[in-house]
């Protein structure tokens, strides 16, 4: 086959959005997926509201998609609170709810319009030329050369592990499950939910309103590096529903085209970048380990290592794009441990829930609340709103390596007031 300037393995939002850039600068680039589009992804179909502002910047339009502002967030006692969706300097006000089989094979034919040449088939391994990788090996045996490999082949990325870039002990994983159920919502919904009172479930519920009627309803499961906790997730999947169900949240219809996934959080465990190799989107483990959120996580890294690529060349691309990884991971690195002490808390998570939903208290921090959790508080437009946030992320970034501890101390207090 061809040699390219740059492969890139994958063609999610990642992959896609870097091939487009690629391609619309003029370099060489091969998309390659082993799935033929248009394809089914696992997912909640939400496109945060930096992702919306991404594909207006690209000039990418997303006809039929449905602009989704405020959210409501549903506590375990049934108390519900409104995050307003806030302008952002540098987001939209708003995001977007599209199915992912359509908003993927729309990304996928934006990268061929501009140029990009796609390959459909699975990527099995990299090609070395005197030690530094030069191409990939397909499942039809043959190769395809190039001076740069983009890994966007998603959480469980092979180019990530077969470049030695994983350190399984410590990455950060999530998994997640979803279907569709018939029905309409006016608002997307958040639910936090005890499958055992006082303990919540250590992840979250959704249902979230689907563009043209039909809600996608999912439960998300943290669970640390152990990835035999997912099935979790699964087990409690019909419980979750009827709890929505009698929440009045559900019409009583059934969940079609259940499926699942896993999310790799935090920016932990994972070397982004390796000579001749860059990571991007999930690959590189860029979902926000406090919500879940991927998608716009990805086309913002397949865009800036592609501009990296322009810029430096393909041998020298790493240091630009790690750059730019530091600058965008900095509520992923204050947060990772959140995350994990979350997982190791259920109680202290139980009572801040209740806390913060609260009856003034929950009107008080919801806008606070909305930036911090979606990672929009750096760029918000000056407001009350962004002051509690930076002062809620600088008080958390100072807790730092003290969080477990104050979770732990908090969880003895809660539990004797309990008792
Ligand atoms: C249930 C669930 C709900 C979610 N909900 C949301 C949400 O509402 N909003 C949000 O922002 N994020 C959500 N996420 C996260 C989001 O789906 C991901 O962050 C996002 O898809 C990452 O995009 P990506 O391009 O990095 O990877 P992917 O979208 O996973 O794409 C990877 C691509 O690589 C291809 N591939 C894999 N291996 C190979 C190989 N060896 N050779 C060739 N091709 C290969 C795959 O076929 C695929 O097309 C959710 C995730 C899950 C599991």
Redesign the pocket.
């Known amino acids: 086959m061809r040699r390219h300037d740059a492969i890139v ?7 896609s959005i870097a091939a487009l850039v690629l391609a619309r600068a003029g370099v060489s680039v091969a998309l ?4 033929r589009f248009p ?1 089914e ?8 509201p930096r ?1 919306v502002q991404l594909l207006d910047e690209l000039g990418i339009r997303v006809p039929g998609a449905r602009p989704l502002g405020d959210m409501i967030v549903v506590a375990p006692n049934n108390r519900r609170v409104l995050l307003p969706a806030l302008p952002g300097s540098s987001y939209a006000d708003h995001a977007i709810a599209v199915s ?1 089989e359509r908003f ?1 094979t729309l990304l996928f034919d934006a990268a061929v319009a501009a140029g990009a040449v796609t390959v459909q ?4 391994g990299l090609v070395y030329h005197h030690d530094v990788v030069d191409g990939v090996q397909l499942s039809s045996g043959a190769t395809i050369r190039g001076d740069v490999v983009l890994g ?4 469980t ?2 180019i990530a592990h077969t470049a030695g870039l994983v350190d399984s002990a410590k990455t950060l994983w999530g998994f ?3 279907g569709y159920v018939d029905g309409n919502l006016d608002l997307p919904h958040i639910v936090l939910w005890e499958p055992e009172r006082w303990k919540l479930f250590p992840g979250y519920g959704w249902a ?1 309103p689907m563009p043209g009627g039909g809600i996608n309803v ?1 439960l ?1 499961l943290a669970f640390g590096s152990d990835r035999g906790a997912s099935r979790r997730a699964g087990e409690q999947l019909e419980d979750f529903l009827t709890h929505l169900k009698r929440q009045g949240l559900l019409p009583r219809s059934e969940l079609r085209a259940r499926t ?4 790799k959080m935090g920016v932990l465990g994972t070397r982004p970048t390796r000579s001749g190799v860059l990571l ?4 590189a483990g860029l ?1 926000n380990p406090l919500q ?7 086309m913002a890294s397949g865009r800036a290592a592609a501009n990296a690529i322009v810029q430096a060349g393909p041998r020298d691309a790493g240091h630009l794009y790690l750059r730019y990884l530091h600058g965008a991971t900095a509520h992923h690195r204050t947060n990772a441990p959140v995350h994990s002490a979350m997982v190791k808390h259920p109680l202290a998570v139980s009572l801040t829930s209740r806390a913060l939903s609260a009856p003034g208290i929950g009107q008080a921090v919801a806008g606070a609340w909305g930036l911090y959790w979606n990672d929009l508080t750096p760029d918000a437009l000056p407001s009350r709103h962004r002051r509690l946030a930076a002062a809620a992320t600088r008080a958390i970034t100072a807790a730092g390596q003290h969080g477990q501890a104050a979770a732990w101390f908090t969880t003895q207090f809660a539990t004797s007031a309990i008792r």
């Open positions: 393995v994958g063609a999610g939002p990642a992959g390659v997926d082993r799935r394809r992804k696992a997912c909640g179909d939400l496109v945060g992702g992912r993927d088939r699975r990527v099995t966007a082949d998603g959480a990325s092979s997640a499950l979803r979230f999912g998300g699942g996934g896993w999310l991007v989107g999930d690959a979902v879940g959120e991927g998608i716009a996580q990805a």
